[in-house]
């Protein structure tokens, strides 16, 4: 089953900031994909996934099977095939190979919908109970480390020192700045969604 997806458990774990209570220092990692796959839901959802899916992964096997049979005929019959054969087989060889791309390309779409439907409805009850833990457990942050592009899955809000790093910089350079009126911050940038996996 495709680990890779779109992480809706970010948005969950920066809206669930504002739940935070004290400010303690530990870090902690977690991989949340194998976390949730690894619970008793996630893996009935991976059973059902399994037997839904199965008949057409078996379908498409099968086409790629035939092929290999037709490629094989071809390359051995081809000294003594007419004209018309081969040109009959290389057409049913060729119509064939694009059904089953088309019919893969398919699969794998349908396959990484369901999937991403259950990590996101898993997820968002496993973000609860990561929450309660870490705020029980004096952790400060939590780093997903099965997701490169948005790792740290929550944060106490009150471990935040950029508020304290612009002050002690403003003090250390006085005078350096602009002299009117301060510019207001530049909003922080978006972080970009993270690419959709293909099925392995």
Known sequence: MKKNFAYALFVLGVAAVAHAQTAPSKVAIIHIQNAILATKDGQKAQADLTTKFSPRKEQIQKLQTDVNQWQDQLSKGS???SEDAKNKLMKQIDDTKKRGQRDAEDFDADVQQEEGKIMNEIGSRIMDVIIK????????????VSNPQTPVLWADPSVDI????????DEAHPGTGATSAPAKPAAAPTRPAPAPAKKQ
């Open 79 to 81: 000294a003594t095939m």
């Open 162 to 169: 950029t508020n304290d790093i612009v002050k002690l910089y």
């Open 133 to 144: 833990y870490c705020t029980s457990h004096g952790y400060s942050m939590v780093v997903d």
